[in-house]
Every structure is written in structure tokens, then in C-alpha cells.
Nanobody
């Protein structure tokens, strides 16, 4: 069973950028689709973006389009979420999650991610 650990969260000013990392252990990252989710205070968890085991990206929400990108480095067993042009609406705890889609699979429905990290706090504020 793969384990996931997020890092890279922190405080950023509006308009700024941040890169989050999701490091995997106990499994081969290339076998999984990796998704990024976020939960803002008082709101439900939102699926943001996914990268498939075949390296295609899928945006679950319009909020990240044009601003967020995702990439994986299988040699480092790490997936990155690059966030640009950030706004206060991006303030949330960000989680990465894995779905065992197998080699060459696509991004699944957001409810099929079954392994989760503990999250990293991102705060956008001036």
C-alpha cells in the first residue's frame, strides 16, 4: 500500500505562486493516478486536478484551469502541484491522493481515490 506525504504549503501573497509536493513510499508511483484535493474552512473537500499513470492531466474543477499545473517525477516518486496567480479563494488544506488505476490508466472519478496524505496548509493572504 502506497503512503503519501504532502509538503510545500505555507503563506503566500495574492498573485503569488507555490509548489506543493506529494512524495510516495511503499509503492511505485507510476502505477497510480494522483489527485490533488483541497478543503477550505467550512466547505466540503474539492477535487482539483489529477495526473494519470500515463501522464495526462485532468481538471476536476474550473478553479485551477489556467493557473494550476501538475507533474510527476517517477524517479523521485513525487508528484508536484504548481499553483500560480493565487487568490484568497485558494486558501485551504491541500491533500494528495492515489487511485490504483494500473499502468497506462487515465484519471478516475474523484471518489475512487482511496489512499490519502495528511494534508498541507496553504494560506493566501496579504
Amino acid at each position: 500500500q502506497v503512503q503519501l506525504v504532502e509538503s510545500g504549503g505555507g503563506l503566500v501573497q495574492p498573485g503569488g505562486s507555490l509548489r506543493l509536493s506529494c512524495a510516495a513510499s511503499g509503492g511505485t508511483l507510476g502505477y497510480y493516478a494522483i489527485g490533488w484535493f483541497r478543503q477550505a474552512p467550512g466547505k466540503e473537500r474539492e477535487a482539483v486536478l489529477c495526473i494519470s499513470s500515463s501522464d495526462s492531466s485532468w481538471y476536476y474543477a474550473d478553479s485551477g484551469k489556467g493557473r494550476f499545473t501538475i507533474a510527476r517525477d517517477n524517479a523521485k516518486n513525487t508528484v508536484y502541484l504548481q499553483m500560480n496567480k493565487m487568490t484568497t479563494e485558494d486558501t485551504a488544506v491541500y491533500y494528495c491522493a492515489a487511485a490504483p488505476t494500473g499502468w497506462g490508466g487515465g484519471c478516475p472519478s474523484s471518489d475512487l481515490f482511496d489512499t490519502w496524505g495528511h494534508g498541507t496548509q496553504v494560506t493566501v493572504s496579504s
